[in-house]
């Protein structure tokens, strides 16, 4: 009896040594990336020039953007959706907003992005990560007019797979 309970103990102990830790997904690792856009003096393109009091929307929930309400920035990085082939935002610039968070005044202009999702496999622990393929930029300025002058893509035909550099060049 004594030696089927060694026997029953070795054998689960050598199988809790065999057991690998549980495989965690790194921070490091890229996952589902967002829209890179840096903002460039129209007059100077070369030259990177402040939104200011930037204001975003999203179309598809009505909610403004975390980090940009009215705010100075010269580069935004904008989610998109993975489960449709386009997303929608409205870009307000120099925004008022009233006492209870009305935007008063500023002049909008509505951003579409059109792509192509493609699901990537990134590891038993990550899962999949989604890259956009073929992304296209339109810009409707509305009745006041746009502020955005020109959408410039990084390259033609462009794939978004990380957020290491600017994939849109918006002049203003």
């Known amino acids: 009896m004594k030696k089927i309970k060694l026997i029953l103990l070795t054998l689960c102990c050598i199988s809790l040594l065999t057991c690998e830790r549980d495989d965690l997904c790194p921070e490091t690792t890229p996952t589902t990336p967002s829209l890179v856009i840096g903002f460039f003096n129209n007059a100077l393109p070369e030259n990177p020039k402040t939104v200011n009091d930037l204001y ?19 580069e935004l990085i904008l989610p998109l959706r993975t489960d449709q082939n386009s997303t929608t935002f409205t870009l307000i610039s120099d925004t008022v907003l009233d006492t209870d968070g009305i935007v008063t005044s500023g ?9 192509e999702t493609e699901d990537v ?23 006041d007019g746009n502020w955005i002058i020109l959408a410039q893509p990084e390259n033609d035909n462009l794939t978004i797979e990380d957020e290491t550099t600017t994939h849109y060049y918006f002049n203003h």
């Open 56 to 74: 975003v929307i999203g179309l598809d929930n009505d909610n403004v953007l975390p980090g940009y309400s009215v705010v100075d920035v010269d």
């Open 107 to 115: 002049n909008s202009d509505t951003v579409t992005i059109t792509y």
């Open 121 to 143: 496999y990134v590891s038993r622990a990550c899962g999949y990560k989604t890259i956009f393929n073929n992304v296209i930029v339109a810009i409707d300025g509305g009745t």
